[in-house]
């Protein structure tokens, strides 16, 4: 398993008996295929589209699901948030679950079942606790009149689906004042994420830095000069739509605010263009909105100024790490 390996590597491990080479991050389905070529059976598949990934912010689990609900990828769910409640030593598993321009209707109850019965069979999980943000009116009649799971709360908007989460902890602060409070940032040291990083990502990887200060551009060159990583500058958003085509990056890095085109306006273009390349949003403490915003427009992470290489390499490590 590794990240695109070249062609040439390839041959060399054919030579090895190596029979398939994954490129990581790990697709349930591509794995499941590949083991199937190799013991020359197959295994029964949901074929339906869909993009899963999660992640933790502010002690809150973040599980995105888009384009639709496959039923493989919803029962390894559960094990999932397993590993992230015991990685991040969270004390309570507070859920919010964002479903992503799906269009669900009636033929997709018994999957909407699946997904919630999987989350809720993790015994930590507890329906109060878990939020579901939606502007699919099927999902929210589905809540509202199903006993089952009355207690998960459905809502519009990722600043409403937080601070209902955040509630419940014994501080009761509100998100917007919690959200993007420098002192959350966990600290560890830079030499370790670095040589945890190289040892990952054994092929180049392909980063755009996209702000109009001059000092961030050149604080992220320097922060990926010594990894196997190329980095793209672009001094404004209307650039970088452009000149990007399809996904040639592996992880965007955007400026929220910057002359002209603004961070939600290029998040709004690049969605029109296609491009599913993860963002990770740079912001000052006084732009709470802006990255509430940027986080319901699909961005992945959030970095506060003044950026620190140990935090850019983190986040870098979770996007990377994000999907199942």
């Not at 695109?4 to 990581?24: E, H, Q, T, W």
């Not at 991040?88 to 919010?96: D, T």
């Not at 269009?103 to 015994?123: G, P, R, S």
């Not at 140990?310 to 999907?323: P, Y």
Request: aromatic share 6%.
């Amino acid at each position: 398993m590794g990240r695109k390996i070249a062609k040439v590597d390839i041959a060399l491990l054919a030579s090895y008996g190596v029979k398939k080479v994954i490129s990581k991050p790990v697709k349930v389905d591509e794995l499941l295929f590949s083991i199937g070529i190799i013991l020359g059976t197959t295994f029964p598949m949901d074929p339906t589209p869909c993009i899963l990934e999660t992640r933790v912010n502010e002690d809150v689990i973040f599980i995105e699901l888009a384009q639709g609900l496959n039923r493989d990828k919803l029962e390894l769910l559960q094990f999932r948030i397993i590993e992230l409640i015991e990685s991040y030593k969270l004390a309570e598993a507070k859920i919010l679950i964002i479903l992503t321009d799906l269009n669900l209707t009636y033929a997709d109850t018994a999957n909407l079942e699946y997904l919630i019965d999987n989350i809720l069979a993790v015994k930590v999980v507890s329906p109060k606790n878990v939020k579901l943000l939606t502007l699919n009116q099927f999902v929210t009649d589905f809540f509202s009149q199903n006993p089952d799971y009355k207690m998960i709360e459905v809502v519009g908007s990722l600043g409403q689906a937080l601070s209902a989460l955040l509630q419940t902890t014994e501080d009761k602060i509100a998100v917007t004042q919690t959200m993007l409070n420098p002192d959350n940032e966990q600290n560890e040291n830079a030499s370790n994420l670095e040589t945890r990083f190289k040892l990952d990502t054994a092929e180049k990887l392909s980063i755009a830095v996209i702000d109009d200060d001059l000092v961030v551009r050149k604080m992220m060159t320097a922060i990926f000069s010594g990894l196997n990583a190329e980095v793209t500058l672009f001094e404004n958003g209307e650039d970088f739509l452009n000149k990007v085509e399809n996904d040639v990056y592996d992880v965007v890095f955007l400026d929220m605010i910057m002359p002209g085109m603004s961070g939600i306006d290029v998040l709004n273009g690049a969605k029109k263009k296609g491009i599913t390349t993860p963002f990770v949003i740079l912001s000052s403490v006084t732009q709470r909105d802006s990255v509430i915003k940027a986080l319901e427009k699909g961005a992945k992470r959030y970095i506060l100024k003044p950026i620190k290489k140990e935090t850019v390499l983190r986040k870098m490590e979770e996007v990377l790490g994000a999907s199942l």
